[in-house]
T-cell receptor, first 111, second 115 residues
Framework: DAKTTQPPSMDCAEGRAANLPCNHSTISGNEYVYWYRQIHSQGPQYIIHGLKNNETNEMASLIITEDRKSSTLILPHATLRDTAVYYCIVRITGTASKLTFGTGTRLQVTL | GAVVSQHPSRVICKSGTSVKIECRSLDFQATTMFWYRQFPKQSLMLMATSNEGSKATYEQGVEKDKFLINHASLTLSTLTVTSAHPEDSSFYIC???????????FGNGTRLTVT
């Protein structure tokens, strides 16, 4: 699986949009971009994933650049409960395809 | 949505004893489950891939005789930490995926403390 690069930490004011970037310049054509987050002492929570089109669900939006070498996770209205470590992972889909975690971005949402 | 249940959430055991951790997919069948370990302030490290009805595949550096994995059914995988030592104290997390193109979902983890 391709490696990803994320900033180690970010701050965001509550109520504002949180934009978390991820670089995956070596992504291959059949690899999806997945985002997970981990709140302290819990298992990772799936947020969203996409291949090349932008995606949106009830939690977040995922913007993937046209060349697919980078993406941005957008939390439209961050709350204190969104404070977590966010992981961007690229992965080939399939039942035997594992997720390899990097170091992620620690997002701190503040009042 | 897909739910993965892990039990127990916390366990304390004495050095030299064995501990079993269960991972269940509650509303889907999982042919493949993954076991991760996470030390404080570090990221998740994949330990092994558990395949229903066959032997698990271990990552490099993970002792298969120490971390026994059994995936006897499509909804249950177990990880047994044998002859536990204090250095095995960690946060163990399982994940599972339904057949087909779907995301991996994670359990809430088991915090193991070996005294």
């Amino acid at each position: 699986d391709a490696k990803t690069t994320q900033p180690p930490s970010m701050d965001c004011a509550e109520g504002r949009a949180a934009n978390l970037p991820c670089n995956h310049s070596t992504i291959s054509g059949n690899e999806y971009v997945y985002w997970y987050r981990q709140i302290h002492s819990q298992g990772p929570q799936y947020i969203i994933h996409g291949l090349k089109n932008n995606e949106t669900n009830e939690m977040a939006s995922l913007i993937i650049t046209e060349d697919r070498k980078s993406s941005t996770l957008i939390l439209p209205h961050a709350t204190l409960r969104d404070t977590a470590v966010y992981y961007c992972i690229v992965r080939i889909t399939g039942t035997a395809s594992k997720l390899t975690f990097g170091t992620g971005t620690r997002l701190q949402v503040t009042l | 949505g897909a739910v993965v249940s892990q039990h127990p959430s916390r366990v304390i055991c004495k050095s030299g004893t064995s501990v079993k951790i269960e991972c269940r997919s509650l509303d889907f069948q999982a042919t493949t489950m993954f076991w991760y370990r996470q030390f404080p302030k570090q990221s998740l490290m994949l330990m092994a891939t558990s395949n229903e009805g066959s032997k698990a595949t271990y990552e490099q550096g993970v002792e298969k005789d120490k971390f026994l994995i059994n995936h006897a059914s499509l909804t249950l995988s177990t990880l047994t930490v044998t002859s536990a030592h204090p250095e095995d104290s960690s946060f163990y997390i399982c994940s599972a995926m339904a057949r087909g193109d779907s995301p991996l979902h994670f359990g809430n983890g088991t915090r193991l403390t070996v005294t």
